[in-house]
């Protein structure tokens, strides 16, 4: 059983940043895409960004040179680093994982970015 656990998530103003990270324990195979979507009142879940497993990396034009993506493909983690945060970015923010090789889709918990203004 795959399981996602998130954290870093938070309360900042304006401006500030926050670090999401995900781990990912359990039967999970080294060819697969690990991305973050996020999911705000009212609002479809988006995808934010994603990394495969060989490193390319795919953003929200809306995240686009703020938030930058990365993994440790050794510790099965995927970290968001947010930055110029914006009251827009307000949403509980998800941590997918999806194997390529059994064609499986896997979902954090969520966690809450709130952004004051």
């Known amino acids: 059983q795959v399981q996602l656990v998130e954290s870093g998530g938070g309360l900042v103003q304006a401006g500030g940043s926050l670090r999401l990270s995900c781990a990912a324990s359990?039967?999970?195979?080294?060819?697969?895409?690990m991305g973050w979507y996020r999911q705000a009142p009212g609002k479809q879940r988006e995808l934010v960004a994603a990394v495969t497993s060989g490193g390319i990396t795919n953003y929200a034009d809306s995240v686009k040179g703020r938030f930058t993506i990365s993994r440790d493909n050794a510790k099965n983690m995927v970290y968001l680093q947010m930055n110029s945060l914006k009251f827009a970015d307000t949403a509980v923010y998800y941590c997918n994982v999806k194997d390529l090789v059994v064609h499986s889709d896997y979902w954090g918990q969520g966690t809450q970015v709130t952004v004051s203004s």
């Open positions: 359990g039967p999970v195979f080294s060819l697969n895409v």
